[in-house]
């Protein structure tokens, strides 16, 4: 197993403790693993392994509990035999029906610590949350960084400007990078499977989709149109193009079933002048840019998209919460803030003559506040910083955690 600190990290202060680790994120990004991880520091500290009680409930031998009353029976009658506190994982929870009841009572009734995980952004609803209020701590777990990547690929003979691109057209599901010995063909069918399971499994049945078609093209829609503004009218005025007529209240309930489900990200916009968040032109982002070439194979005209939809994923991995800027008539690709941090990122494939320095840079320049600005390319010549705003290479960025 690989570890993944960049989530342990975070985890660590709170095992033990009496809060609900709550663990979500996209199906098939490592939330089991992580989930094996600590139960494996926990057996290196000490604990008894006869005192974990790990279910995984997307497995048949534990299709009995998928309820919670028989769920919340099964614990109690493990308790008598452990001395002291359990350490209680329940994996995929989302699949057994009034969980919620289950854990509430567990929590309230035994000496437990807990570990929950699930693939949808929904497992934390307002009347959950009532529920447990302030007894869980939630995590949100993505697929590989670069960062995450090389060093899953650590001692493979592979020069750093392959890996880089390796990681732009295959994404990073830790699936991909198990076998060194998967080429682009054996990749796109792990990808594409991962993303059949994600949209039938995690969204058509959970969200009881009708029109399977339709949710597929949506899809598809938002994956040929990364790092575009995208609205429902946007996609219904394209379906009527294709001479299909579509509600626009279908296109919302699909797109939020697809955001639950981790599948995309919203981005909402930030009017930087106005300091205030903006209801429109919002823009997409997918969970991993790998799926787009499952869906599409490598298009060289997406190549700006995917490189928008990599740094968007590593400014959330970093801890970051995303905007899109506007300034006037202008556009920041992201405004990223966490604490009292701010940082502001460009990014483009090449800068290619000075017409394209300018519409790169322009926006940044005219930001007149203190924090640090980026121009994010794929352009390891360029190096120059223009009145504070700095070049920074894809790789660099990706990988140098001084930056910012």
């Known amino acids: 197993m690989f570890d993944r600190p960049l989530y342990y990290e975070n985890i660590k202060p709170f095992i033990g403790k009496p809060f609900i680790k709550v663990i979500t994120g996209i199906r098939r990004c490592g939330k089991s693993t992580m989930m094996l991880l600590i139960q494996q520091e926990l057996i290196k500290q000490g604990v008894d392994p006869r005192h974990i009680i790990s279910i995984n409930f997307e497995s048949l ?95 493979l003979s592979e020069a750093r400007e392959d890996l880089l691109w390796l990681y732009i057209r295959r994404g990073g599901f830790p699936a991909i990078h198990l076998s060194p010995d998967f080429d682009e063909r054996s990749s796109c069918m792990v990808l594409n499977s991962i993303f059949d399971s994600i949209v039938l499994r995690d969204v058509v049945q959970r969200y009881k989709i009708r029109d399977v078609e339709l949710l597929r093209r949506i899809l598809y829609f938002i994956a040929d149109t990364v790092g575009s503004p995208v609205s429902a009218k946007r ?37 930087i002048k106005g300091r205030e968040i903006l209801k429109t032109r919002e823009k997409y982002y997918l969970a991993d840019s790998g799926l787009q070439h499952a869906v599409f194979g490598y298009r060289d005209r997406h190549i700006s998209g995917i490189l928008e939809n990599i740094v968007h994923n590593e400014l959330v991995s970093r801890g970051y919460v995303v905007y899109v800027g506007k300034l006037d008539a202008l556009e920041v690709d992201f405004i990223a803030e966490k604490a009292q941090q701010k940082v502001y990122v460009q990014v483009a494939y090449r800068l290619e003559g000075e017409q394209a320095v300018q519409r790169e840079f322009a926006p940044l320049l005219k930001i007149k506040d203190s924090y640090p600005k980026f121009v994010v390319t794929m352009d390891p010549r360029f190096s120059d910083t223009i009145e504070g705003v700095r070049h920074i290479p894809l790789e660099r960025f990706l990988t140098d955690g001084r930056l910012f």
């Not at 693939?119 to 009347?127: F, Q, R, Y």
């Not at 294709?242 to 599948?263: C, E, F, G, K, P």
Request: net charge negative.
């Open 61 to 155: 031998q534990y299709g009995h509990l998928r309820s919670s009353r028989p769920l919340y029976e099964y614990v109690r009658e493990l308790m008598p035999s452990i001395k002291g506190m359990a350490y209680v994982f329940f994996d995929e929870i989302q699949l057994v029906e009034d969980w919620e009841d289950a854990v509430n009572s567990i929590m309230l009734d035994f000496s437990v610590d807990m570990y929950l995980t699930g693939s949808n952004s929904k497992l934390l609803s307002s009347e959950i949350s009532s529920l447990l209020t302030g007894r869980f701590i939630h995590f949100t777990m993505q697929v590989l960084t670069y960062s995450e990547m090389l060093a899953f690929r650590e001692g």
């Open 235 to 271: 996609i219904a005025d394209y379906f009527k193009s294709q001479a299909r007529r579509v509600d626009m209240n279908t296109v919302h309930t699909y797109l939020d079933a697809l955001v639950s489900s981790y599948i995309i990200t919203r981005v909402q916009r930030y009017d």
